[in-house]
């Protein structure tokens, strides 16, 4: 395995151990803030952290997929981080008003 190869493994595994304990935070603290922001915001990064592990079983699962597997994971990936900025701005749409 190449150095870069490694360090890319390394970064993502990083990025998902800050997204898991990212989202644990906005659970545990959105059970005590109950706002309409605080809710959009808990779902926004749950979909930040299943387009991080979408990334991880297709790096250490699947290893690179091509053809209609590749479509397949893309889409996963591009859908759930469409969810996490739209849920980032529904949050703060609702915290402006």
Do not use: H
Request: one cysteine or more; glycine letters at 8%; charged letters at 10%.
């Amino acid at each position: 395995m190449s150095t870069d190869f490694l360090l890319w493994q390394w970064s993502l595994i990083t990025q998902l151990v800050s997204g898991a304990m990212i989202c644990g935070f906005f659970l545990i603290f959105g059970r005590d803030v109950r706002t309409a922001e605080m809710r959009a915001w808990t779902l926004a990064w749950i979909a930040n952290f299943a387009a991080l592990l979408v990334t991880f079983f297709d790096v250490y699962w699947v290893d690179g997929t091509t053809g209609p597997a590749f479509a397949a994971v893309s889409a996963g990936y591009v859908a759930a981080k469409a969810l996490f900025v739209i849920g980032i701005l529904e949050g703060l749409q609702l915290a402006i008003d």
